[in-house]
């Protein structure tokens, strides 16, 4: 081949993995301005070890991954990755998750929200949950644009994202902001006061009123509008125990919620896809088995 012709064929296809780089991530802002609650904020990111971590948020996102393979009218899913409301754990529960997705042939979104560990007073318990209502607005005001079922719409969310993807459930309203289907993996979902974490303490600060606390506990909150959910936990996570699963799905339960419950003996916490994880890993075999019982996928 001619020198010169190989140059113009790899400039070429250099042109295109670029492009497709480009398709495979967009990033879209949740909003036209800055919010009420938002004095000063940047975005603080921590890479490290080939992770990458956002402890502050300035302008909130969803970071669009559309499946290639995909269907027309196909569905989607919201990631949320966990960190205790401190930080986002964006590779290890965000973009990871994301591919995956693609690779069953759904459209995926990595919710960037804002943490409710930088904020003082009712900004708390408010920023995050507005940026996932509005992230659901979006990708169903936008669903003909991007070939998504407005109606197949669901939601992942780990560890603190569990709590907000768990939050939306059972507080969005439907065909708007809530999920049609959701997956919670090692959730945060009770809030006792006698139980603080990291999701707790990032939620409430010090000395939270406990009529604030109980309604931000959302297995008290589940009704028969909360979409159906699997939930995937290990028995020796530490961070967040089992109990969280095992009382939202009792909650399910009692309302006739379609629910799935899975408790892995080994695993831990903070996984992600569990990659060499031991027994864990088989969770996202279970969950794909199970949005193919749901309809979610074929």
């Not at 890479?47 to 948020?57: A, L, N, Q, W």
Request: glycine letters at 8%.
């Amino acid at each position: 081949m001619n020198y010169k012709i190989f140059q113009g064929f790899l400039i070429v296809v250099l042109l295109l993995l670029s492009s497709t780089q480009i398709i495979a991530q967009q990033k879209i802002s949740l909003y036209n301005s800055s919010q009420d609650c938002d004095l000063n904020k940047k975005d603080r990111i921590d890479e490290r070890d080939g992770s990458t971590y956002i402890y502050e948020v300035e302008y909130p996102e969803i970071w669009y991954f559309p499946a290639i393979n995909k269907d027309d009218n196909k569905p989607a899913v919201l990631v949320i990755p966990g960190g205790g409301y401190v930080f986002l754990s964006i590779t290890n529960e965000g973009i990871s998750i994301a591919k995956w997705l693609n690779e069953l042939g759904i459209d995926a979104f990595m919710l960037k929200h804002r943490l409710p560990n930088n904020y003082d007073g009712i900004c708390k318990q408010n920023v995050a949950y507005s940026d996932v209502s509005k992230a659901f607005e979006l990708i169903r005001a936008n669903s003909k644009e991007w070939d998504i079922d407005p109606n197949n719409v669901g939601v992942i969310g780990f560890s603190a994202g569990g709590h907000l993807a768990s939050s939306i459930s059972t507080k969005g309203s439907k065909g708007i902001d809530k999920p049609d289907f959701a997956i919670l993996v090692y959730p945060v979902i009770t809030m006792g006061i006698d139980k603080q974490t990291w999701t707790f303490s990032s939620l409430f600060g010090d000395n939270p009123d406990e009529s604030i606390i109980q309604n931000y506990s959302n297995d008290l909150i589940v009704n028969q509008e909360t979409p159906p959910t699997i939930l995937i936990h290990s028995n020796n996570d530490e961070g967040t125990p089992p109990e969280n699963s095992i009382s939202y799905y009792s909650a399910l339960r009692k309302n006739n919620v379609p629910a799935s419950i899975h408790i892995w003996e080994d695993g831990g916490h903070g996984y992600g896809l569990a990659k060499g994880r031991g027994t864990i890993e088989s969770w996202t075999k279970i969950v794909k088995e199970w949005m193919i019982l749901r309809g979610v996928i074929n």
